[in-house]
């Protein structure tokens, strides 16, 4: 029953990455008094998952059998579908978790040094700590649900590293553009979550694997395509690759974790976590292939003509990356497997080292090929890394933009006129316009809604016509033609009473009533 | 002497000592009328403890023959429809008293009308007879008319004269309805109680004239669309004090009077239901849009009073217990509310002979006791959940709805028009750039505070707990949905 303890593995370092905030937030940790704590906080529960890892393994391994899917909980379940709270450790598992979690605990070893009377100490290994839960989630979880929550909290903390100097706009931009790149990603995860639901009524790993083309037709193609487009934004993979070279902005040690070795990889454990599902299509293992020989290729030229360290070390994990999709596409799911592991410690190692890089050094770098040298395009073409970012600005950021823009316009020149909302032009924008409306003592701001019996907006007008309409007919009929009119006519009436009063006192009319009664008696 | 007969006997003997005050005592006169009313207020709310919520009769009943040949009875007594009422009136005859501070010419007059009309509006709202009910409905338009006209504003011999023609011609209605009532029943009584049990004979034809007649006569009180032509004169001439009764409980007469008059007529009123509720609405959002169009504040409050009364009739005219209920509750909040209002804005019209809102700015920094209360009121005039107004609202609504559906949406349309002109005001009175000849206002006095908190007070904890008020009149409200009940394929 060890194995049902597995769900503390990915807790650990996020309750420790938890624990860490809330001391930045309460004050007990700040500072540089606070780095041991912070420091012996991160690193015990690191090696506390590490550990149970072990002991989970040493549990398992001499038994020569893995408990596989290991069920928690139920986490919801709402009509006919619901998602588990489950675990699933088999040897792609066990042995990836193990890499994730000693290359985790290595660099944050390494960091405690590196980042020590750093600004930021705190916060860095905070997002260490949950990135170090959700790499740990991603490869352990039992569900593609849960795989996903790991996934986005692996791309969370990425982005929040890369940024981690936000005083830099360049930081905070590329930090952008990486995470708004993973999202793309991200939605093919979504679809095929979906799919697996309609389709399948589970997103259990297994259930998913079980899945037959022949049933299910071209809806589980679609499923595959999500899962490798999510592989594909988190991997790098051509076209996203560029994405991952702007995120070296973030420190060394978070490099080397998260795309050096760890996150960069997810998306090759994606695909042999599916490995049942993509041998069912042999078009689909080809399209593996492709993707990966684009990506390998566009690797190696660009790492030949890269000029610092870290770009190169970037170039070359791609080009890697790119070679392990290749051998997936070809079937060798268990060496892309072994690839991976090796890959992602000796990379982390590569990447630790990189700021030490030039004292290690005694002679010059290798120039660029002259095979290269003498192709001029091809030269061209990998300085320029291809041109995927300008081709993503084209086809993608400027597109947006343009859009968002005319949504704006819209927004200002319709919905804002429409509702009456005070916009740019008539709002109080700046601390200057307020003093001089304020030294003007007229006690009227420019666009002000307050105006008496004034409306703005569709709705605002329509209030102010009918409010005329009604103060006419107030001012016309109910109070002109009410009270004034009923007091004139009284006057009008009092009036000609009084003249009949004064013919009635004269003699002859006095006479004529008397004559008139008895005419009327008669 | 029973202590219904007291209550109407405390101001009257206020009024005659300030009467026979000599003129070297005038310092004495107001603590004499602050004396009585605070003793009719401490005396009417003492009531409240042996006032037995679960009785459907009259309580504290007073009988005695007055004239019998004409079946006339001077005959006093309180229900679940009349008590908060004359709780109502208690207290907001002692804060307009209170709020009185600032009037000095010709204070001996001021106050003994003040108190004369307490003693009237209560023997309104006491009344179980029509005469006597109609004898003291008029007794208020005489220290009334004085009173606006002595002591009101620039154009105060028009307002009172309109407003005491405007009274008296609803009156002239009212009475002839009563007196066909009396006619045309066998028991030839003006009790009102009697009156129930042998109206339910008639035709119904004669019915609806009759109800017509009273629902002028009520009508011009309340006031309705459109008899309410005295209203915005009379509200914004008379002295604030004043101001305050008028809407506070004078409206609520005309109110009041319309629940007796549905409680004896009950088949005209089920047959004429749709036009009431179509004249409601009208009101509420007539009133709304003229409210907003005023720059003077108290044109602002007084057409309010228009728009919140179309709930009250809103309420009365779903003939059902949700929204009788919404209807008294609207009648107290309302009191309250406007109350609150009028106290206010008149507080600020003493410091700054203005009341046009465009001449004020920024008064949260020199006055910010002033901005809460006012604030306050202008929040619960909107009816915002956790004051007396929207629990009114909310009953009305819901009344309303079981009764026609999606059409009283155009209640919530009124609240929304309320609310911009209440906010407007508030922005304007409070926010701003500080203006020079707003800067030496001086805030509240420990008086006016108290005042003000005590209305406040009310508005909120009947907005919190509104169960208590509730249950006052629930078993009245209840028997007179049950009338209409059996009248309805509704």
Redesign the interface.
């Known amino acids: 029953m060890a194995e049902q303890w597995i769900w503390l593995v990915p807790l650990l370092p996020t309750l420790a990455s938890a624990w860490i905030l809330l001391g930045m937030l309460f004050g007990f940790n700040r500072g540089e008094r606070g780095e041991r704590q912070t420091a012996l906080v991160i690193q015990t529960a690191s090696l506390l998952s590490l550990l149970l890892l072990l002991a989970l393994m040493f549990n398992a391994v001499p038994r020569q059998q893995l408990p596989g899917l290991i069920d928690i909980t139920t986490w919801f379940s709402t009509g006919d579908y619901q998602i588990k709270l489950n675990f699933l450790l088999d040897g792609l598992a066990l042995g990836l978790s193990l890499v994730v979690a000693l290359v985790s605990l290595l660099s944050i070893r390494f960091s405690v040094n590196y980042m020590h009377r750093e600004a930021g100490f705190q916060r860095f290994f905070a997002i260490l700590g949950l990135f170090n839960g959700a790499m740990l989630l991603i490869v352990l979880a039992g569900n593609a649900m849960l795989t996903f929550i790991g996934w986005e909290l692996a791309g969370v903390s990425s982005y929040l590293l890369i940024a981690y100097a936000y005083d830099r706009p360049n930081a905070t931009e590329n930090a952008t553009r990486a995470f708004v790149t993973n999202r793309i990603g991200d939605t093919g995860f979504i679809l095929a979550i979906t799919f697996s639901f309609i389709l399948l009524g589970n997103v259990d790993w297994p259930s998913i694997n079980a899945g037959n083309e022949n049933k299910a037709g071209f809806s589980l193609v679609i499923i595959m395509i999500g899962f490798l487009m999510a592989a594909m934004a988190k991997s790098a993979l051509v076209p996203f690759s560029s994405w991952i070279t702007r995120a070296l902005e973030g420190p060394t040690p978070s490099s080397a974790v998260f795309y050096g070795s760890l996150m960069v990889h997810s998306g090759v454990y994606l695909i042999i976590r599916l490995q049942p599902l993509f041998e069912q299509s042999p078009f689909m293992m080809f399209i593996l292939i492709l993707i990966g020989a684009l990506t390998a290729i566009y690797g190696f030229l660009g790492g030949l003509v890269q000029t610092d360290v870290k770009s190169s070390l970037m170039f070359s994990t791609t080009g890697q990356v790119g070679l392990m999709f290749i051998s997936c596409g070809l079937g060798l799911f268990e060496i892309a497997a072994w690839h991976l592991g090796l890959h992602a410690i000796w990379r982390a190692y590569h990447f630790l080292n990189a700021p030490a890089m030039l004292h290690l050094m005694h002679k010059p770098a290798r120039p660029v090929p002259a095979w290269l040298q003498n192709r001029k395009w091809l030269y061209l073409a990998s300085v320029q890394r291809f041109w995927l970012d300008n081709l993503a600005n084209a086809m993608l950021v400027r597109p947006a933009l343009n859009m968002a823009h005319d949504v704006q316009r819209f927004d200002e020149q319709i919905v804002v006129r429409a509702v009456g909302l005070p916009n740019s032009v008539g709002a109080i924008s700046s601390l200057a316009q307020w003093e001089e ?2 030294d ?2 007229t ?1 009227k ?1 420019i666009g002000d ?2 105006a ?2 004034r409306g703005r907006g569709a709705l605002g007008n329509l ?1 102010e016509w ?3 309409v ?2 006419w007919f ?1 001012e016309h ?3 002109k033609g ?3 009119g ?2 004139s006519l ?1 006057q009008h009436a009092g009036h000609y009473l009084n003249r009949l009063e004064k013919l009635l006192s004269q003699p002859r009319y006095l006479f004529l009533m008397i004559i008139l009664t008895f005419a009327v008696i008669l | 002497m029973g202590v219904l007969t007291q209550l109407l006997l405390i101001p009257l003997l206020g009024a005659l000592l300030i009467l026979l005050t000599p003129k070297q005592w005038q310092s004495l006169i107001r603590p004499i009328a602050i004396l009585h009313a605070l003793a009719t207020l401490i005396l009417a709310w003492s009531l409240i403890a042996s006032f037995d919520t679960s009785l459907t009769s009259l309580q504290f009943a007073e009988h005695h023959v007055w004239n019998s040949r004409l079946g006339t009875a001077y005959s006093l007594g309180i229900d679940g429809f009349s008590f908060p009422m004359v709780l109502l009136a208690t207290l907001l005859c002692l804060i307009a008293i209170m709020a009185s501070g600032s009037i000095n010419k010709m204070m001996k007059g001021y106050y003994l009308l003040i108190l004369l009309l307490e003693t009237a509006m209560l023997g309104v709202f006491l009344a179980q007879d029509w005469t006597l009910f109609y004898i003291f409905w008029e007794l208020t338009l005489l220290p009334l008319f004085f009173l606006i006209d002595r002591w009101g504003g620039k154009q105060r011999h028009q307002a009172s004269l309109n407003f005491v023609l405007y009274t008296m011609g609803g009156s002239a209605f009212m009475l002839i309805s009563l007196l066909v009532l009396f006619d045309t029943l066998p028991g030839h009584t003006f009790n009102m109680q009697a009156m129930i049990e042998s109206a339910a004979g008639l035709d119904p034809d004669v019915q609806v004239l009759i109800f017509l007649g009273l629902l002028i006569g009520f009508g011009v009180k309340m006031p309705i669309f459109p008899l309410h032509g005295w209203l915005p004169l009379a509200h914004v001439e008379a002295p604030s004090p004043i101001s305050i009764l008028l809407s506070g409980v004078l409206l609520k007469m005309g109110s009041y009077g319309l629940i007796r008059a549905a409680t004896m007529l009950p088949e005209a009123v089920v047959s004429m239901q749709n036009f009431l509720a179509g004249i409601a609405l009208f009101s509420l959002i007539y009133g709304g849009l003229l409210a907003w169009r005023q720059s003077d504040m108290k044109g602002m409050i007084a057409y309010s009073s228009v728009s919140h009364m179309g709930v009250v009739l809103l309420g009365i005219a779903t003939l059902n217990v949700t929204g009788l209920t919404g209807a008294v509750m609207q009648m107290v909040a309302h009191g309250l509310v406007a109350g609150l209002m009028f106290l206010m804005i008149g507080l600020l019209y003493e410091r700054t002979h203005t009341r046009d809102v465009n001449h004020y700015s920024s008064l949260i920094r020199t006055t910010p006791r002033f901005a809460f209360f006012t604030v306050l009121a202008f929040i619960a005039a909107v009816g915002l959940p956790g004051t007396a107004g929207f629990i009114a609202e909310l009953h009305a609504l819901i009344g309303g709805y079981e009764r026609w559906g999606w059409v009283v949406v155009l209640l919530t349309v009124g609240v929304m028009i309320s609310a911009a002109y209440a906010i407007r005001t508030v922005g304007r009175l409070f926010t701003g750039p500080i203006r020079d000849e707003m800067r030496d206002i001086a805030d509240l006095k420990a008086t006016e505070m108290l005042a003000a908190g005590v209305l406040s007070l009310g508005i909120v904890l009947m907005g919190v707990f509104p169960a208590r008020v509730l249950e006052l009149f629930s078993a009245s409200v209840n028997v007179l949905g049950a009338s209409f009940a059996k009248f309805k394929g509704l």
């Open positions: 409306y304020k003007d003592n006690g701001l809604s307050g008496i019996g209030m009918l409010a005329s009604f103060s107030e009929l109910v109070l009410g009270d004034e009923v007091i009284i």
